[in-house]
């Protein structure tokens, strides 16, 4: 198994461009969840999806959108990029279990909005 | 990689010796917790976690803690090696949440030798 993959691990943008982030899992998880991280600071949830179809705000959605087409993909849209995006995004996903929430984590992709 | 642990709690531990990391929750309608480890360049890996009917659990060089009553998580690492430096973070899910956790700022761990 591969796991949580992230593509592209590095990304620069210009002002006002849009890109998508490309999260893929092949564990079958019904769960998939975006996160960003910026120095000093924890993990804040953007986006998260709890099975094909099915998406949520986190707490830092504005700016972003998502789809959940199927089960493996969760791509991560930035729809006109702003300097305050600048940050490091990682995708996570788990498995519907009683009392086990243990989120798997992609590398990351690093992000500069310039 | 860039390091994530600008600005961060620094805990500076040597080689050999016992590790405590300390965390404190926020919400007492929670009702798990999880450690992650975080190297440079790197995504979170998991290290333990806990339910809240539990006050302690132990893995493999790691226990974590729980205390309700004062709602604070620690998790300790025995015998800490050179591997163990990383910065770690302590999460919690509410009880009427299916899989959303919140993460804590976390705590970067130096092993000096």
């Known amino acids: 198994n591969a796991g949580v993959t992230q593509t592209p691990k590095f990304q620069v943008l210009k002002t006002g461009q849009s890109m998508t982030l490309q999260c893929a899992q092949d564990m079958n998880h019904e769960y998939m969840s975006w996160y960003r991280q910026d120095p000093g600071m924890g993990l804040r949830l953007i986006h998260y999806?709890?099975?094909?179809?099915?998406?949520d705000q986190g707490e830092v959605p504005n700016g972003y959108n998502v789809s959940r087409s199927t089960t493996e993909d969760f791509p991560l849209r930035l729809l006109s990029a702003a300097p305050s995006q600048t940050s490091v995004y990682f995708c996570a996903s788990s498995r519907q279990a009683l009392f086990s929430y243990e989120q798997y984590f992609g590398p990351g992709t690093r992000l500069t909005v310039t | 990689g860039e390091s994530v642990g600008l600005h961060l709690p620094t805990l500076s531990v040597q080689e050999g010796d016992n590790s405590i990391i300390n965390c404190a929750y926020s919400n007492s309608a929670s009702d798990y917790f999880i450690w992650y480890k975080q190297e440079s360049g790197k995504g979170p890996q998991f290290i333990i976690d806990i339910r809240s009917n539990m006050d302690k659990r132990q893995g493999q060089r790691v226990t974590v803690l729980l205390n309700k009553t004062v709602k604070h998580l620690s998790l300790q690492i025995a015998a800490t090696q050179p591997g163990d430096s990383a910065v770690y973070f302590c999460a919690e899910k509410e009880s009427d949440s299916w899989g959303k956790l919140q993460f804590g700022a976390g705590t970067q761990v130096v092993v000096t030798p």
């Open positions: 999806s709890v099975g094909a179809g099915i998406t």
